[in-house]
């Protein structure tokens, strides 16, 4: 009588790994039922620690908005203005933010597919007057 060999599941392979549950690589989260899903990633964070350092009194706010973003999914503009309703939506994937009440403004572009958010510009509303926001690249 011939051995039976008990025959494996074909596994899915995503990355060449085997999807057995949610795996979880950085901030990205891989779910064989949902998808890749993943929170946004600040990008530039030193020059953010410097703004904060020269203005002290933006802290509180700029640290807010930094948490903020982190735990963000943002896949189109819609939903950054779904969370940020006086956000500027400008060319090139690029976003302003007011912070502060308006004291003071962050330029960021947003690369969605990706989940990364890349600060470009942040200044004062004087500062941020002198400046074309579409081409900034202060960092």
Not at 14 to 38: E, Q, Y
Not at 43 to 54: A, D, E, H, Q
Not at 103 to 121: I, S, T
Request: aromatic share 10%; glycine share 4%; net charge positive.
């Amino acid at each position: 009588m011939p051995i039976q060999i008990p025959v494996k599941p074909k596994l899915r392979r995503v990355c060449s790994l085997p999807i057995f549950g949610a795996i979880r690589i950085g901030n990205f989260k891989i779910n064989p039922k949902m998808g890749l899903k993943s929170l946004m990633h600040l990008v530039s964070l030193p020059p953010l620690l410097k703004f904060m350092s020269i203005h002290p009194d933006a802290r509180q706010s700029v640290l807010a908005w930094c948490d903020e973003v982190k735990k963000a999914r943002w896949r189109q503009p819609v939903d950054i203005k779904a969370q940020y309703a006086r956000a500027s939506i400008l060319k090139k994937r690029r976003v302003v933010f007011s912070l502060k009440g308006n004291d003071y403004r962050l330029v960021a572009a947003v690369a969605y597919n990706m989940g990364f958010v890349y600060v470009k510009f942040v200044g004062t509303h004087a500062e941020y007057d002198l400046i074309d926001a579409n081409t900034v690249e202060q960092f």
